[in-house]
C-alpha cells in the first residue's frame, strides 16, 4: 500500500540512496535552495522538481537575500557552508525579513566542534 494513499508516491536512487516522497498534485510550494556546490543544488532541484515543487537555486547567501521578500518561498533549503555570507549569517538577516518561513540547514561539516555552532 502507498504510503501517500491519494497522491502519487515517488522513488529514486540517488548516490546509491533510495528515496521516496509524495507529490502532492494540488500544491505548488516554492522552495529557495542555497548552496554553492552547483552539483548539489541541481540534484536538489531535479528532486524537488520532480515532486512537483517550484525550486529556484541561490549560490550564496548574499544573492540570495538581494532577491529575497517575505512569502516569496514557502521554505528555506540552507547550506552553513556557503563562502563568504555562510549559513548562519545567512539565516540571521533572513530572520530579520521574514520570522516565519521554515528553514532546513544543512551542512557537510562533521565535526564536534562544527555541531556545537
Same mark, same amino acid.
Given at each position: 500500500m502507498p504510503r501517500c494513499p491519494i497522491v502519487e508516491d515517488l522513488s529514486a536512487t540517488v548516490l546509491g540512496f533510495e528515496l521516496t516522497w509524495c507529490r502532492l498534485p494540488t500544491v505548488m510550494i516554492r522552495i529557495a535552495v542555497i548552496e554553492d556546490e552547483r552539483d548539489s543544488a541541481e540534484m536538489l532541484q531535479l528532486l524537488l522538481s520532480q515532486a512537483a515543487y517550484e525550486a529556484r537555486l541561490f549560490s550564496g547567501g548574499a544573492e540570495f537575500l538581494r532577491s529575497f521578500r %517575505?512569502?516569496?518561498?514557502?521554505?528555506?533549503?540552507?547550506?552553513? %557552508?556557503?563562502?563568504?555570507?555562510d549559513g548562519y549569517e545567512t539565516f540571521d538577516q533572513l530572520r530579520k525579513t521574514d520570522k516565519d518561513v521554515p528553514v532546513i540547514a544543512f551542512t557537510g561539516y562533521a565535526f564536534p566542534h562544527d555541531r556545537d555552532k
Open positions: %517575505g512569502g516569496s518561498f514557502d521554505l528555506i533549503v540552507l547550506d552553513i %557552508g556557503l563562502p563568504e555570507m
